[in-house]
């Protein structure tokens, strides 16, 4: 019993959180909500979902930056990410209207 | 021996998709928000090791081919230079790749983490684990790491917001690849490194923050165990000339705890900065005048003054220091918002302060930091001096102060045009002109960016920077880490 408590506390203490770095990120919407979604579409800057932008040029812009916008660097997010989140923002969904802030 | 030998070489030490040397690769490294020019501060290579071994061989291989070396972690480091550095020449090294959450002891409630962690995936880790810890975030936080902003000596909001007096041990690679684990780090199979941070004989950890001794690889931190309640207000005070006032008012309840966190003390143009477009308010020549944002905060019911602030404990703590609060603010003339809510006094991520982009538009930023001892006369002049300079140059006056105990940390945000280059060449005259004002007020810096790091060292006097010098080359004689941080050049 002590031993299948100990398994557990160690698969508890395993519990998988993605590394979020170049080549670890899980997928755009991981990228997105980790990153992007702290300014665009939180009252810092533009919202970018629903807008079907073109790819490349936020990609261009992610990676280079942009008046008020840091640079994102391929240590963080690898090219190939970086045209799958682009894409993934062309695409994704006018988001619902975000919900108030709990105070 | 060049540049392009030493990128050959490193690129057999951590991977040719780990080597930056084309123009189009290195120009996010060059991106700068200071009023300096890019090219004074541009990278000529990047190279991101992912362990210990490769940052070991990479500044052997700098020492070989004479390379300097500008370590960063995150690389973020807004409106203090980006990820740029301070002089150019040199290579980036980008640690933002070493990301490993090493170890979270919830009993002690430390971490221990590499360059390359996030706030956000410490917080995201730490939540995995089901543990109710909190982190303190500078404004930036879930971009940038705590690695990082401790080495700079950042702040945050709660708590623990002095983030290098809450890190706990350092593992350090000097310039000929010895690898020293500071304080309690040393003892061998050591079981107090993140518990204790002083070990035993000279503590050497300050050495290696905002300086170019060693590149920092693990950092022990710190971590604040969530309180069992808290509360968030904002006091609001009417007039400006209020200042001297509310130090006498805030002061002895940091002292005495009453108020916990750093909380932050923000100008009317600050709030007006952070929460509208500066040509919706005023489309005169010159510095806004106060009178006008004054009038805009009073539209939101605000005032010249307001301070964020949260108290954290028990209940019943929580309970009997608001009403001490409330007291105090109204005894000096004061109002207190209940419940105003700044999520990173709470433990939440956040990057709404860079809503200040939107003040002008452009990408410009400068944070100009005087430390302000917390008496009244100290209050009043420094506003009076920065404002009185930055009006000559028709520059913004605003400012966010964090207030500790004895001090504040009255950090300015400088917004601009970084497009315009009139803009930007009064920008940087005026930071010049604040930073020996300020000097000669009797007034030192809590931090500076590129551009201005040799202009404060001189400020701070000759003999630190001589020690500061022999420093330097006794541990790096050959000048390899980060040359000219702070103002330190062999």
Not at chain 1, 24 to 39: F, H, K
Not at chain 2, 142 to 163: A, M
Not at chain 2, 310 to 328: C, F, M, N, Q
Request: aromatic fraction near 8%; include cysteine.
């Amino acid at each position: 019993m002590r031993r299948a408590l100990l398994t557990l506390g160690a698969l508890l203490a395993a519990a998988p959180v993605t590394a979020q770095s170049a080549g670890q990120w899980q997928g755009p919407e991981q990228i997105w909500n980790a990153t992007c979604g702290y300014c665009h579409g939180a009252g810092v800057a533009p919202e970018l979902r629903g807008r079907k932008l073109d790819p490349q040029a936020s990609a261009f812009i992610a990676r280079n930056g942009a008046p008020g916008m840091p640079a994102f660097k391929p240590s963080e997010i690898n090219d190939a990410e970086l045209d799958q989140l682009a894409r993934w923002i062309a695409l994704a969904p006018i988001p619902a209207k975000a919900p108030q802030p709990v105070r | 021996m060049t540049i392009a030998s030493f990128l050959a070489a490193a690129r057999a030490v951590v991977g040719k998709d780990h080597v930056i040397e084309s123009p189009d690769g290195l120009a996010p490294f060059a991106r700068i928000m200071m009023p300096v020019p890019e090219a004074e501060h541009a990278p000529v290579g990047v190279v991101s090791p992912q362990s210990l071994a490769e940052v070991r061989a990479l500044l052997r291989l700098a020492g070989e081919h004479k390379t300097p070396l500008w370590p960063t972690s995150t690389g973020k480091n807004f409106g203090y230079g980006t990820s740029t550095a301070a002089t150019p020449g040199q290579v980036t090294l980008d640690l933002r790749r070493m990301n490993r959450v090493i170890d979270i002891d919830p009993v002690l409630c430390t971490a221990l983490v590499e360059p390359g962690v996030t706030y956000k995936l410490l917080q995201d880790t730490i939540r995995a684990q089901g543990h109710k810890l909190w982190i303190d975030f500078p404004a930036p936080g879930p971009l940038v790491g705590p690695v990082g902003n401790s080495l700079e000596r950042g702040n945050g909001t709660t708590p623990y917001g002095d983030h290098f007096a809450n890190t706990c041990g350092f593992e350090v690679v000097l310039a000929d690849g010895t690898v020293l684990r500071t304080g309690m780090g040393g003892v061998a199979n050591t079981k107090s490194w993140q518990a204790f941070r002083y070990g035993y004989g000279p503590w050497l950890d300050g050495i290696f923050t905002q300086s170019n001794f060693g590149v920092v690889t693990k950092m022990g931190l710190w971590l604040m165990p969530a309180p069992p309640a808290w509360r968030s207000g904002m006091a609001v005070w009417d007039k400006f000339e209020d200042i001297g006032r509310i130090v006498d008012t805030l002061r002895p309840l940091r002292f005495d705890g009453t108020i916990g966190n750093c909380g932050t003390l923000l100008d009317s143009t600050l709030f007006a900065a952070s929460t509208a477009k500066r040509a919706d308010l005023y489309s005169g020549k010159g510095a806004i005048p106060p009178s006008v944002t004054l009038e805009y905060a009073r539209s939101k019911g605000l005032g010249a003054w307001q301070y964020a602030f949260s108290v954290y404990g028990r209940p019943d703590r929580v309970a009997s220091d608001w009403k001490v609060i409330e007291t105090a603010v109204a005894a000096s003339g004061g109002k207190l918002v209940p419940d105003a809510y700044d999520p990173m006094q709470v433990g939440e991520l956040s990057l709404q302060t860079f809503s200040i982009f939107n003040w002008t538009g452009g990408h410009g930023l400068a944070w100009f930091s005087p430390v302000m001892p917390l008496r009244p006369t100290d209050a009043i002049r420094q506003v009076e001096l920065a404002r009185g300079v930055m009006d000559k140059h028709g520059v913004d006056f605003m400012t966010g102060m964090t207030l500790n105990g004895r001090e504040g940390l009255n950090v300015m945000p400088m917004v601009f045009d970084r497009g315009d280059p009139d803009s930007t060449a009064r920008h940087r005259a005026c930071f010049e002109e604040l930073i020996q004002a300020f000097g000669e007020a009797g007034y030192g810096f809590y931090r500076t960016g590129v551009g201005f790091m040799d202009q404060v060292a001189r400020v701070h006097g000759e003999t630190q920077m001589d020690v500061n010098r022999r420093l330097k080359r006794a541990l790096d004689p050959h000048g390899i880490i980060a040359p000219g941080k702070s103002g330190i050049h062999l």
